[in-house]
């Protein structure tokens, strides 16, 4: 399932066409807790001579228009010709709806094949988050872009959107008192690239100290997995690294994946960069025992962590599985010193993660906390 856009649409004919209803959002004059100052611009094309209408943020992207157009019509991106809607080439994805200086009314034809409903290998779906480490971002070393994310009246929207929109599905019941881990899967605790390519099972992809470190620290966390990649992919792995349904000492409370993630939009050494985004807040909504103060997320991708940056624990990506170096992998060892370490501070944002290496390197050497 491709990531919903926060848009409107309508399809004003044939209202059982597919995707129509995969895009849904509130009423152009209402939020989601029914206070939006937002405009909100109303449009209406035609495609392969079917009229359709779609109301747009002013906050919106491009982006976000080309994802409602392919909601609707399943055109995607690369195939969109949008004709009348603004003078000349369309804007890049990045820029801004009230920048286009729409009218609500306009009307533009849209010209594309759409692509078919044929089942595809999930790396080759349009729009899947990516997982691989290129062009990271360093959110702890540079604030003011996290408060930039932070502020944004589209991302503010968009986890009002997200909230709304998700059903956890509690796999172990939640324990009193208990902190949250909301863990990472691909390159974090999994070498995926020998996995997806089946050179190698999953048992022999999963990072080295795997279990005893969800053993380590389960007494002290409840677990969440968030994945970026899709749902029946996500469960398969799960399964068969053993994380659920083995007789293990710990438990996956419950599991979020690509479809609670969006796009965010900033500029990168002054350059238009985009990514996806896992925003805690989602999590805090539907839970509220969890919080700032007693959650951490573990991911190999800085940028996951932009709109939560003091939240991330940045842990090196684990590739090469099948190598000497590998198999003598012992990061999560430190995390697990880590984690348990701080599982005793009142408020965990009194903490600074991107020293956590140095502070597991001074306990073993100290000889406090796990011999692990």
């Known amino acids: 399932m491709a990531e919903t856009s926060n848009t409107q649409i309508h399809e004003t004919q044939d209202p059982t066409a597919a995707r129509a209803e995969v895009c849904v959002s509130q009423p152009p004059d209402m939020s989601v807790d029914g206070n939006d100052s937002e405009r909100w611009i109303h449009l209406s094309f035609v495609w392969s001579g079917k009229p359709f ?17 392919l909601n609707l019509t399943n055109v995607p991106p ?13 804007p890049p994805d990045q820029e801004r709806i009230a920048d286009l200086k729409l009218v609500s009314g306009k009307k533009f034809t849209l010209i594309g094949t759409p692509q078919g409903d044929e089942i595809k290998d999930p790396s080759q779906i ?3 988050p990516d997982v691989v480490n290129d ?23 968009k986890i009002k959107e997200a909230t709304q929109k998700l059903q956890v599905n509690i796999i172990h019941p939640l324990r009193p008192g208990k902190r949250l881990l909301v863990l990472d899967i691909d390159y974090t605790i999994l070498d995926t690239k020998p996995l997806t390519s089946g050179s190698l099972p999953s048992a022999e992809c999963a990072r080295p100290r795997l279990h005893e470190f969800l053993e380590a620290i389960y007494p002290y966390y409840d677990i969440c997995i968030w994945s970026q990649t899709s749902w029946i992919w996500l ?20 599991v979020l994946d690509k479809t609670c993630m969006f796009t965010v ?10 990514h996806h985004v896992k925003p805690l807040q989602i999590i805090w909504n539907h839970f509220p025992q969890f919080s700032a103060k007693n959650t951490v997320h573990v991911d190999d991708l800085g940028r996951n962590f932009a709109l939560n940056p003091n939240e991330g624990i940045k842990i090196h990506a684990f590739k090469g599985a099948h190598t000497q170096e590998g198999q003598a992998d012992r990061e999560l060892d ?17 903490l600074k993660h991107a020293d956590w290496k140095k502070i597991a390197r001074s306990l073993r ?4 906390g796990l011999s692990l």
């Open 135 to 157: 062009l990271d971002v360093d959110f702890s070393a540079n604030p003011g872009a996290a408060l930039a994310y932070q502020n944004d009246q589209r991302n503010i929207r």
């Open 265 to 274: 939009f900033t500029e990168r050494s002054g350059q238009p960069y985009s």
């Open 235 to 254: 469960e398969t792995k799960l399964v068969e690294l053993g994380m659920v349904g083995s007789n293990r000492d710990y438990h996956i409370s419950f």
């Open 78 to 90: 690369e195939r969109q010709k949008i004709l009348g809607l603004v003078k000349g080439k369309l």
């Open 53 to 69: 209408e779609l109301d747009l943020a002013e906050s919106d992207r491009v982006y976000d228009l080309k994802y409602a157009l």
């Open 365 to 368: 050497e100290g000889g406090r």
């Open 334 to 350: 430190k995390l697990a010193r880590y984690m348990v370490y701080i599982a005793a501070v009142d408020d965990f944002r009194t």
């Open 126 to 128: 349009e729009f899947l």
